[in-house]
């Protein structure tokens, strides 16, 4: 993180000789995602979850909001370098001068970030934008941070209640990186989203009414492991869903928009529009995972034909043994249907299976889907495989799920129904 120091150094110096065009590209909202992969490394910009928000985005999140005036308090508890904001103070007038200017944007624009060098770049991009917009600077750069008191070196999650009753906006873009469970209310053992944690967190702790505007990974609205955190938010907020897709084209991850105000009730939130029917593949089918774990289940025991991803083409029927491997654990009689779990919304189809037909028991690894039959007939078998083959079904997968895997319980609920 020592390398935004030399970066800081330069915003600097541009302040004591304007430089328009310069100026311009430091309020850039999609510039400084491509200045800090420069300056550091992906593995340092996982760790402090600094992937910020791109214009298109930041227009998006505070157009969810109400509109923001001078007496609004509008919060981003993790701001990074300040993209959403900046975005923000778009809103507020500006005064003749910086420091009048800064004195009433002070009051409004609040930030936390646990990285100095980041709450600095805030501040120094905060001076740039109102700059840019035309106030005269009559005060240096200590004087003009003096009146930011209230964007600061701070951990989000050590916020206590009193500290937010001012609060009228939020604004998140929250790390997506992996955070142990804090293990306490609903959460899961284990590892779990980092979003996740710090929007629960502020929905414990925001006023009722205060107003939400946060990007969240899709894992939290489709993953069935945050099946509690839908649970809880829907009692905590009254709030829209909107998918938006990709987080820009450097970051791999899909992400959606969750807006609205905080209401202690029992609200109503459409987590996915995807069309429900009335005849699913759980009525015909038993859904399961591969129960062979390749890394972990030793080589011993009964020899079976032995199907895992790369061997399984898509749309094929595989009618005896590609490979043979002993495994002591439930092995299963086909016919059936396997789907590959690893799945992206890019994928022509996201639904890639393959229809084993043997006449023996055979072991299924465990990053693929089991589709089996309750009828136990190859019929239905095929009429599932034209099933997923359809743009019904891509449709349904990529409103419902965005991650780069699919899950049982989404595969339960895509429509049995074939295209006419």
């Keep these: 993180m020592n390398a ?24 850039d909202l999609d510039n400084i995602d491509l200045v800090l992969r420069e300056l550091l490394t992906i593995e340092e910009m996982r760790e402090a979850g600094s992937f910020f928000t791109g214009q298109k985005l930041a227009t998006k999140a505070v157009a969810l909001l109400p509109v923001i005036t001078s007496r609004s308090v509008v919060l981003d508890p993790t701001c990074g370098a300040g993209n959403l904001l900046i975005e ?9 001068t910086l420091s009048t200017t800064l004195l009433a944007w002070g009051k409004v624009l609040w930030g936390f ?22 106030v005269e600077q009559d005060c240096d750069l200590d004087e003009a941070f003096e009146l930011l008191p209230n964007i600061l070196v701070k951990d989000a999650l050590s916020v206590e209640k009193l500290e937010l009753e001012k609060i009228s906006h939020v604004l998140m873009n929250p790390p997506f990186t992996i955070w142990p469970s804090p293990k306490e209310n609903y959460w899961k053992e284990g590892k779990v989203n980092a979003a996740g944690i710090v929007f629960d967190h502020y929905l414990r702790l925001l006023p009722e009414d205060c107003s939400i505007s946060a990007i969240l990974p899709d894992v939290l609205r489709s993953g069935s492991r945050y099946d ?14 909107e998918v938006w897709g990709r987080f ?9 928009l969750l807006s609205g105000k905080i209401k202690t009730a ?59 491997r002993r495994f002591t654990g439930k092995v299963l009689t086909p016919p059936f249907v396997v789907i590959k779990r690893t799945s992206s919304p890019s994928d022509r189809n996201r639904a890639s299976a393959t229809l084993i037909n043997l006449r023996e028991p055979v072991a299924i690894e465990n990053h693929m889907i089991v589709v089996k039959p309750k009828d136990g007939k190859l019929k239905t078998c095929k009429k599932l495989m034209q099933v997923l083959q359809t743009k019904k079904t891509n449709n349904f997968l990529n409103e419902r799920i965005r991650l780069r895997h699919l899950t049982v319980g989404v595969i339960k609920d895509i ?3 074939e295209e006419e």
């Excluded at 970030?113 to 001076?127: C, G, M, P, S």
């Excluded at 129960?291 to 094929?316: H, M, N, S, T």
């Design 4 to 27: 935004l120091t030399s970066h800081n150094a330069a915003m600097r110096k541009l302040l004591l000789s304007p430089d328009k065009e310069q100026f311009r590209r430091l309020v």
């Design 88 to 96: 923000a103070s778009r809103a507020l007038g500006v005064e003749s």
């Design 113 to 134: 970030d646990l990285h100095a060098h980041f709450i600095e770049a805030t501040k120094l991009r905060i001076v740039v934008e109102a700059m840019n917009r035309g």
């Design 228 to 241: 509690e955190f839908r649970s809880f938010t829907s009692q905590s907020m009254s709030a829209t869903v």
């Design 248 to 256: 820009n084209r450097k970051t791999d991850v899909d992400v959606f």
């Design 266 to 324: 029992v609200n109503l939130i459409k987590w996915h529009n995807a069309e429900q029917n009335s005849v699913c593949i759980s009525d015909y089918f038993d859904v399961r995972t591969g129960p062979l774990v390749a890394y972990r289940d030793p080589e011993d025991g009964p020899e079976y034909p032995y199907f895992y991803p790369k061997i399984c083409p898509q749309w094929g029927v595989i009618r005896e043994a590609v490979e043979m």
């Design 415 to 417: 429509p049995f129904v």
